[in-house]
């Protein structure tokens, strides 16, 4: 399985790391609005292309060599619950492209998106059952359309908050990275077993990021909504297989860092009435900059949440979906105290200094 596995991270890295190169020539600028975008002039974007670049590419690979413990990557994924998966993950790559060169009404993209989302959960996994306190060890049936629909939503949002948090180098890519290596090790077989598709599909995407960040660590090239809503989606749906494997706190608990910022952002914003669908620079890491903090060191602190919410993800899958949930209830409570505290103590203080 080592080999395999190293196979599968140096392809991805190489041919993600070299589209990239070439997108620092050719990808769509971003450039600067006085708001949202603070860069000091036009970067390029649209570096998703090569992390999606590095993880077809490793497919089609593996479809050619077909190595004995895994077959056809290619015909193994299309005939899993994973296909739903990978059809949205290419849709919101695609969508996020145009974006990132045509500049999509913001509404029109997220009907698009919603609509691909509810496609692909008809095939991805979905949850039947819940596990709650005091509901027994099976808990709570989940009918079917009801999964489904959850699924899509789950996804859905997922794309979106990993779009919403890509705002700073390294943040969103590189947060993503680590929860990504996190369901790496919660699909990982057991020693002596053949690694499954996910287990690669997941060592291939983290690999295919690491390319990625060597040029969006130094400012050089931006993910764009290419890369945040494809990375995003896949995340999501990488974590529906852990929900329906393990429980759905699992994966609840691992994307903490970007949904509690994400959902209390928009409850904030709501609450002062200020527009929704605005681009703005409200959210918790971008306190952090306005108050002069640089890239790297925010983007370091979100790495750090990270790396905490996948070992209590990965400590809730070994441990069974009590100590998943008990664990996920532990962290939203310490997660907001700190949103809502950073929002009463630099938030304040910047708006009252005008910045």
């Known amino acids: 399985m080592m080999a395999l596995s190293l196979v599968w991270a140096a ?30 002039r036009p970067v390029p974007s649209a570096g998703g292309l090569g992390v999606l670049a590095g993880i ?24 899993s619950a994973l296909a739903g998966v990978m059809l949205l993950v290419l849709i919101a790559g695609l969508l996020g492209f145009a974006d990132d060169r045509f500049n999509l009404p913001a ?14 959960a008809i095939y991805a996994p979905h949850v039947t059952q819940l596990w709650l306190p005091g509901m027994g060890e099976a808990g709570l049936a989940v009918p079917v359309f009801l999964g489904i629909v959850c699924a899509a939503l789950w996804m859905f949002v997922m794309a979106n908050a990993v779009n919403f948090l890509d705002g700073a180098n390294g943040i969103a890519m590189g947060s993503s990275a680590i929860l990504l290596a996190a369901l790496a090790v919660i ?34 090239l931006y993910a764009g909504d ?51 669908m605005q681009a703005h620079r409200d959210h918790a890491y971008q306190l952090f900059l306005r108050a002069g903090w640089s890239h790297l060191k925010v983007a370091s602190l979100w790495w750090g949440f990270c ?49």
Do not use: Y
Request: hydrophobic letters at 60%; aromatic letters at 4%.
């Open 56 to 79: 077809a590419v490793t497919l089609l690979a593996g479809s050619a060599v077909q190595p004995a413990a895994l077959g056809n990557p290619l015909t193994t994924l299309a005939q």
């Open 226 to 276: 290419t890369g945040a809503l494809a990375i995003g989606a896949l995340i999501g749906g990488a974590g529906l297989s852990a929900a329906v494997i393990h429980s759905a706190w699992v994966p609840a608990t691992l994307v903490l860092p970007i949904l509690i910022d994400v959902f209390l952002t928009l409850i904030w914003r709501a609450r002062l009435r200020r527009p929704l």
């Open 307 to 355: 790396l905490v919410t996948s070992l209590a993800a990965i400590a809730g899958a070994r441990q069974g979906p009590g100590a998943a949930f008990g664990l996920f209830a532990i962290l939203l409570g310490v997660g907001c105290a700190l949103w809502i505290g950073q929002r009463v103590t630099l938030g304040r203080r910047l708006a009252l200094e005008g910045r």
């Open 11 to 40: 392809l991805p890295l190489m041919v993600s790391f070299a589209v990239c190169a070439l997108m620092t020539r050719l990808g769509p600028k971003d450039a600067p609005d006085g708001g949202r975008k603070t860069q000091a």
């Open 107 to 120: 509404r029109r993209k997220l009907l698009v998106l919603a609509a691909a989302s509810l496609l692909a």
């Open 187 to 220: 699909a990982a077989p057991p020693p002596g077993a053949a690694p499954g598709i996910l287990f690669l599909l997941l060592v291939s995407a983290v690999a295919a990021l690491c390319g990625f960040l060597a040029w969006n660590l130094a400012g050089r």
